[in-house]
């Protein structure tokens, strides 16, 4: 019995791994994650969103880790939700199937991240309306699983925030 699962247990640790994340980017055709028209968020604040939340995603390419993978997705997601013209989208689809990694500046990063999360804290204030709290739920959890421990956004997707 001793040896099944010491065999097993090396089985598993070998198909572990020799398995690869693979990003499988989000097919939105038809499906509806937010009501964007009832965001309460005029268009420039949303294409805003939408790109700071594509940069976000697009820093995991090159990543193996497939939380991190499937909430770049998810990311990328409401993005082309939020703004459907915004050709960065595509171009980060790309970038993390591909797996091609680019070195982001930390300070523009930074800031960036705070424009985000303030753009996040106002919809969840009393001036917002359920559209804007579903999106502040859905891109809480994406942001939970990539946001760096020492970034702003970390703290915003702690599960004891708001």
Same mark, same amino acid.
């Given at each position: ?11 598993? *640790?070998? !198909?572990?791994?020799?398995? !690869? ?9 038809? @499906? ?18 939408? &790109? ?11 990543? =193996?880790?497939?939380? @991190?993978? @499937? !909430?770049?997705? @998810?990311?990328?997601?409401? !993005?082309?939700?939020?703004? =459907? ?38 919809? *969840? ?14 891109? =809480?959890?994406?942001?939970?699983? &990539? ?16």
């Amino acid at each position: 019995m001793k040896q099944f699962l010491l065999g097993l247990a090396t089985l598993t *640790v070998c !198909a572990s791994s020799s398995y !690869a994340a693979k990003y499988i980017e989000p097919n939105l055709e038809g @499906k509806t994650l937010v009501k964007i028209d009832q965001i309460p968020l005029d268009s420039n604040t949303m294409h805003w969103m939408a &790109i700071y939340l594509t940069e976000l995603a697009e820093q995991q390419a090159g990543s =193996k880790d497939p939380k @991190k993978l @499937k !909430a770049s997705a @998810k990311l990328l997601a409401l !993005a082309e939700q939020l703004d =459907k013209s915004l050709l960065q989208v595509s171009a980060a689809n790309l970038k993390l199937k591909q797996g091609t990694q680019t070195k982001p500046n930390e300070k523009l990063n930074k800031h960036k991240q705070n424009r985000l999360l303030g753009i996040l804290e106002y919809l *969840v204030t009393e001036e917002s309306n359920s559209e804007g709290k579903v999106l502040v739920h859905l891109t =809480k959890d994406a942001i939970a699983a &990539i946001a760096p421990q020492n970034s702003p956004l970390a703290q915003f997707s702690a599960p004891d925030h708001l």
